[in-house]
């Protein structure tokens, strides 16, 4: 039997328990061996759940009980998670995690003390949810040389996006709606400002290059900016209104990553990725395109990644696991100097000036907003966009990306 | 070093020499060793080829090879394919195959005979081309009960389809464009007619009950009755129409699976998968629904499927590799107790006799079609709609499921 030990029981942790007892019969049958949660390690009590006899307080209990192999950390945060992941480690525990801070923060570190100790650190749940995609860039596309990776990974933001789309509405009613129905948060700062979703490409980057990517020095855009205008006019082209997450892998094995809002066509896959689900599309060198869907957060979804973790561990005693992420920080290009096509909303009282520095663009113009412009540009470099912009001064309303 | 074996030096043969050589570096990292291919058995001679010295024609000689650890079975058919793989798993050589037909057939007895010999009968390629779908049922979904797959698997079809609706062409036509283009072969029958996905939705309900399902049991149902007024009526009722390979998981463990084409509303992801592409739609009880979308064939998506299998193999030697898929037959439930909702297009001059029979249904009229009428009926089973078909005779035009 392998006893497992859930640090945290909140929304996840309370998931990992459901599945791992509810599915008892599947998570036994695939682990080789029965499995059960012999821990529920939280401050609070919780009298009169199912399984309050498994809740401690006491950490050094979980670490001190030689019949836990597993830990399962859901606790999130960087402060004591990331001293009981060690600890753990340390002590020749699995670690199975959600917790994307963590994950990105000290992601190689905690992989290569895991394999020191002879156990695993593994965070299927700390990108997409649900959606497989750690395993998948692991275990499935191991000949493959990934060039790139395009996420909808923030499931708060894609439904106020998909919201401000349908319902042609602006971000401050949207984010109102998604914080009454419990979608975002009352401080949704990590949401709409990006770095959540700076987090997870950073997680997918690293595994993409192998090496360390730091998420801290991601370029970073959230949504904050868009408005019901930028939705009109990227109907108008064809397109709709996305916060992607995306990194490219270069020949020389730099990283080009960033998170912003991007317009993408309406007929690309990843337009119909909508309300809180995530997607994650990937290009390999011999593959091609291939793209994941599915629910990017919520209590059993997660919960399911967390278990699925817990399985390979239990069927991976004492042998590696594969998943290269050393310490060594990989080369990151510049945003500033990659290039692409923006789309750019000025006033039209800009006049000549407007016109000028848009010359080789696309205009659009759009009888709900008459004193408005739309243009796409060439390909050009951001730096290039950034200055013409700036010369423009308060002429210009948005820019966004295009795909 | 490991070294492998190809078999058959086709399409998907050539692929695999050309992943594992071209992407070496990558190929060689994840399996933990270097790997190469040393041997590729076919009849003919490649003279030029860049591999042309690693051309052999007699079997034995990999079979008697010791050095050969790994042997890439993407020959097809169920004769040599069969045996030949037979063979290397009793010789303890692990079988990485693209042959949907021998696995579909003979898919839960080589499993048995690879864990007999300690070895591996690895089968990523047969179902989805380059879409990680076995591993994921097999290995990231291992805490769920997989109560639902929906697969567009038959990338010939489902561009056929993606033709007639863009073009409001019909069957004839797209499928002479689809021969010219490569995609269809000049006898198209195991595409058209559905058998190729039913082989395919055949491995994926054996995996998802654990038991073997019998293709040859399968309700298979093709697009040759399609026509264009069909794509007509379901734009007029905001869908489209796919060939689905379906299965349900029953309580009782019994399984539905179909393949047929269906009516797919247009805002379902699954009515995004376009051209030749694949895409396959995994209910979890507690993952709820995700999807795995990509290049479902093709010569170097396919062989970056086989060659995942090949370094999976090397990284597994002397142990087990999850797959639960016995050589019990699973129970299948019988297609015409099955219930759902249908459209139905029929002669108006049928006048009281049709709208008797389809009274509950909702009534579609078409400008571009005044001689007909289409119908889509409430929740019915499948054999009380036939009844009702059979009764009006040649009244029916056509019947199409709703997904």
């Given at each position: 039997?392998?006893?497992?030990?859930?640090?945290?029981?909140?929304?996840?942790?309370?998931?990992?328990?459901?599945?791992?007892?509810?599915?008892?019969?599947?998570?036994?049958?695939?682990?080789?061996?029965?499995?059960?949660?012999?821990?529920?390690?939280?401050?609070?009590?919780?009298?009169?759940?199912?399984?309050?006899?498994?809740?401690?307080?006491?950490y050094n209990l979980i670490l001190e009980d030689a019949q836990i192999s597993i830990v399962c950390e859901v606790m999130g945060g960087v402060g004591d998670a990331y001293q009981f992941t060690r600890q753990a480690l340390e002590a020749g525990k699995s670690v199975c995690t959600s917790n994307k801070e963590l994950v990105a923060k000290h992601g190689a570190e905690l992989i290569a003390l895991a394999a020191a100790n002879g156990c695993h650190y593994m965070f299927e749940a700390s990108v997409?949810?649900?959606?497989?995609?750690?395993?998948?860039?692991?275990?499935?596309?191991?000949?493959?040389?990934?060039?790139?990776?395009?996420?909808?990974?923030?499931?708060?933001?894609?439904?106020?996006?998909?919201?401000?789309?349908?319902?042609?509405?602006?971000?401050?009613?949207?984010?109102?709606?998604?914080?009454?129905?419990?979608?975002?948060?009352?401080?949704?700062?990590?949401?709409?400002?990006?770095?959540?979703?700076?987090?997870?490409?950073?997680?997918?980057?690293?595994?993409?290059?192998?090496?360390?990517?730091?998420?801290?020095?991601?370029?970073?855009?959230?949504?904050?900016?868009?408005?019901?205008?930028?939705?009109?006019?990227?109907?108008?082209?064809?397109?709709?209104?996305?916060?992607?997450?995306?990194?490219?892998?270069?020949?020389?094995?730099?990283?080009?990553?960033?998170?912003?809002?991007?317009?993408?066509?309406?007929?690309?896959?990843?337009?119909?990725?909508?309300?809180?689900?995530?997607?994650?599309?990937?290009?390999?060198?011999?593959?091609?395109?291939?793209?994941?869907?599915?629910?990017?957060?919520?209590?059993?979804?997660?919960?399911?990644?967390?278990?699925?973790?817990?399985?390979?561990?239990?069927?991976?005693?004492?042998?590696?696991?594969?998943?290269?992420?050393?310490?060594?920080?990989?080369?990151?290009?510049?945003?500033?100097?990659?290039?692409?096509?923006?789309?750019?909303?000025?006033?039209?009282?800009?006049?000549k000036a407007v016109e000028d520095v848009f010359a080789g663009s696309i205009c659009l113009e759009l009888a709900e907003y008459p004193n408005e412009l739309g243009f796409i540009t060439p390909v050009m470099k951001e730096r290039e966009l950034q200055a013409g912009c700036e010369a423009?001064?308060?002429?210009?309303?948005?820019?966004?990306?295009?795909?």
């Amino acid at each position: 039997m392998i006893q497992i030990a859930v640090l945290g029981y909140g929304i996840v942790g309370s998931g990992v328990v459901e599945v791992i007892e509810r599915n008892n019969a599947e998570v036994s049958r695939r682990a080789g061996e029965e499995m059960h949660v012999k821990y529920i390690l939280d401050l609070r009590d919780f009298p009169g759940d199912p399984y309050e006899e498994k809740v401690v307080h006491d950490y050094n209990l979980i670490l001190e009980d030689a019949q836990i192999s597993i830990v399962c950390e859901v606790m999130g945060g960087v402060g004591d998670a990331y001293q009981f992941t060690r600890q753990a480690l340390e002590a020749g525990k699995s670690v199975c995690t959600s917790n994307k801070e963590l994950v990105a923060k000290h992601g190689a570190e905690l992989i290569a003390l895991a394999a020191a100790n002879g156990c695993h650190y593994m965070f299927e749940a700390s990108v997409g949810g649900g959606i497989p995609i750690i395993r998948t860039i692991n275990n499935a596309m191991t000949p493959e040389r990934i060039e790139a990776v395009t996420g909808i990974l923030n499931g708060t933001t894609n439904y106020m996006l998909t919201k401000m789309e349908q319902e042609s509405a602006d971000y401050e009613e949207v984010l109102k709606q998604a914080q009454a129905l419990g979608y975002a948060e009352r401080n949704p700062e990590a949401d709409v400002e990006g770095h959540d979703a700076c987090r997870k490409i950073a997680i997918l980057s690293s595994l993409m290059a192998g090496k360390n990517v730091d998420s801290e020095k991601l370029y970073t855009e959230g949504i904050k900016g868009i408005a019901a205008a930028d939705f009109a006019f990227a109907k108008e082209a064809n397109m709709t209104i996305k916060l992607l997450a995306r990194a490219k892998l270069m020949e020389d094995g730099s990283i080009l990553a960033m998170v912003a809002p991007f317009m993408v066509p309406k007929d690309h896959v990843l337009a119909m990725v909508n309300d809180v689900f995530n997607g994650v599309f990937v290009t390999g060198n011999m593959l091609g395109d291939t793209m994941l869907y599915g629910h990017g957060a919520g209590k059993l979804p997660t919960a399911s990644a967390v278990a699925a973790d817990v399985i390979e561990c239990a069927r991976n005693q004492g042998r590696q696991i594969l998943c290269i992420w050393e310490e060594t920080e990989a080369k990151l290009v510049d945003v500033a100097e990659s290039e692409r096509k923006f789309f750019v909303r000025a006033k039209r009282d800009g006049g000549k000036a407007v016109e000028d520095v848009f010359a080789g663009s696309i205009c659009l113009e759009l009888a709900e907003y008459p004193n408005e412009l739309g243009f796409i540009t060439p390909v050009m470099k951001e730096r290039e966009l950034q200055a013409g912009c700036e010369a423009l001064g308060d002429l210009i309303l948005n820019k966004i990306r295009l795909m």
